[in-house]
């Protein structure tokens, strides 16, 4: 718990301590060393977590004042930076996932080590800006996604004159 702390900046390693918690020895301290951890901790071997389908690629729906994280498969975990002055209102998570929060950002871990069975949800008040995102497969290692933005307002224009055909009226 105390590495996501300090992933999400609600507490600090010395140099030594990140060099010891850089599980996979990338030189940096994110959700693939959470998830690598977690998986010697519960003992998931490859025969276990085999069992689960990864996606290939993720996508994090950005809508208003919500996040939305689809099941189309099992992650690890999922970390992304933010900015701005928020906070979260509403979290539907999947049994077996764990939430954790800081003025860094939102890490999201599977403990469970298999695929959810629901969507993941989570509302908040105020300004957020996602800086970064990463996101983990069952293994400790990063799988593609994107922020997709889904608008909420929509409008619509008066469909004259027409530039193509200025005498077209309705």
Known sequence: V???N???GNASFSLEQMNLADINQDGNLNILDVVQLINMIMGYDDKLLSR????NHLDISLSGN??????DGAFGGLQLITEGQYSITEIQLPEGLELYKGYQGIVIINLTGRTQKSDILISYNGEMKIINHMVSDLYGNIISSSIIGISMEYSFN?????????????
């Open 2 to 4: 105390r590495i996501i």
């Open 66 to 71: 919500s996040i939305r994280i689809p099941s």
């Open 6 to 8: 300090v992933i999400v």
């Open 52 to 55: 689960s389908n990864s996606p």
């Open 158 to 170: 008066n469909a004259y004159p027409n530039p193509f055909n200025p005498v077209t009226t309705i």
